[in-house]
């Protein structure tokens, strides 16, 4: 079967077409640059992008994929969660093309697909199996039975891991998106990974919660300098010195210390969640931090240690694609789901 995909959540536009899980093409239009002087994306600017690239996007992933429209078997759309009008966008061309051919419209969570990339063009993943989605709006937990057959386990209680990244990279003064420039920065000659040692909110309580809102205020107060205290009645006011000079050199150390810190966390509360809900058959990690390259190191490690294999996207398929939305919509298509017309965007997830 032919399975036409469309993803518009967040700031990248996006079709593709798999057979299978067969990708036969694959097409992004990114807004990097559209973003990058605000620091992060701005939602009205995402939505007014992502309809000037949706029609040309979807006719050149038809055409690479050496096939015309009357060909196709479904159209899949990411419907949840995302910023809703970047939603809309991606919906609306779905719904139109689903009712002109009179094929399936086939409803995808963004967030499930992250997970399920890892078995694009490679082996079917062994379930039951442990997940972790790390991006730039979640970091959760789960326990899948099935590609279908989600159980949310623990999640962020506050910032994800890829915004905290993207904060620290603001911090650091090194751009947007923050990911790649840290991870690149962090893995520079001569780096200390230790010479920080940022605190990671949760990682003492017995739950698989993540919170990194903290981690971000404490790379501030590193380069910035912490805020001097309130001054008492009848007091001497505190002041409290500047910060050292932020040379190449404590930036780079920063930005490792900063990956250790994030990638510790992930790690600890990902074993913490095979131990109490395992075993599993194989741990996947997904979503636009599965491309850092300590974590896949890590993620690597703790499967040989457990005995399992680690699936984690080709890079490509890390950050936001349609092919993801396509191989998991070919999936619900062939378990019988069908959504009609009136199929919402749905910004936040129930799940």
């Known amino acids: 079967m032919l399975v036409l995909g469309i993803e518009s959540s967040c700031d990248e ?39 000037e690239h949706i029609l040309p996007v979807v006719t050149r992933a038809v055409r690479d994929a050496g096939v015309e429209l009357q060909d196709l078997d479904a159209i899949a759309v990411g419907h949840r969660p995302g ?9 609306s061309a779905a719904k139109a093309l689903a009712w002109s051919l009179g094929r399936p419209l086939i409803g995808v969570d963004h967030v499930h697909a992250h997970l399920t990339a890892a078995a694009l063009d490679g082996e079917p993943i062994a379930f039951p199996a442990l997940g972790l989605v790390v991006s730039g709006g979640h970091t959760t937990l789960y326990a899948m039975a099935s590609e279908t057959e989600l159980t949310r386990l623990g999640a962020t209680i506050d910032d994800a891991a890829g915004e905290a990244y993207d904060k620290v990279a603001a911090i650091l003064g090194l751009g947007h998106p923050g990911g790649p420039l840290v991870d690149r920065l962090a893995n520079e000659p001569g780096t200390d990974d230790r010479a920080f040692d940022f605190p990671i909110g949760l990682m003492q309580k017995d739950n698989l919660n993540f919170s990194f809102s903290g981690v971000k205020t404490a790379v501030l107060y ?6 001097n205290p309130p001054t008492l009645p009848g007091r001497e006011p505190i002041v409290l010195p500047p910060p050292p000079e932020l040379t190449e050199e404590r930036k780079r150390d920063i930005a490792a210390s900063f990956q250790r810190c ?75 789901h069908r959504d009609g017309l009136d199929l919402s965007a749905v910004p936040t997830t129930a799940c």
């Open 13 to 51: 536009t996006a079709a593709a077409v798999v057979e299978g899980a067969r990708v036969r093409s694959s097409v992004v239009a990114t807004q990097h640059d559209l973003h990058a002087e605000y620091g992060g994306v701005v939602p009205e600017i995402a939505s007014r992008a992502h309809e």
């Open 262 to 336: 994030v990638c510790a966390a992930l790690l600890r509360k990902t074993e913490a969640a095979w131990a109490r809900h395992g075993p599993f058959r194989s741990l996947i990690v997904g979503g636009g931090v599965s491309a850092n390259s300590r974590l896949r190191r890590e993620m690597t490690e703790l499967g040989e240690r457990l005995g399992v294999p680690v699936r984690v996207p080709p890079m490509k398929y890390c950050v936001d694609n349609a092919a993801m939305i396509a191989g998991l919509g070919a999936v619900l298509l062939e378990r019988g």
């Open 83 to 91: 910023l809703v009008g970047s939603l809309l966008v991606g919906l």
């Open 222 to 227: 590193e380069v910035r300098g912490r805020p």
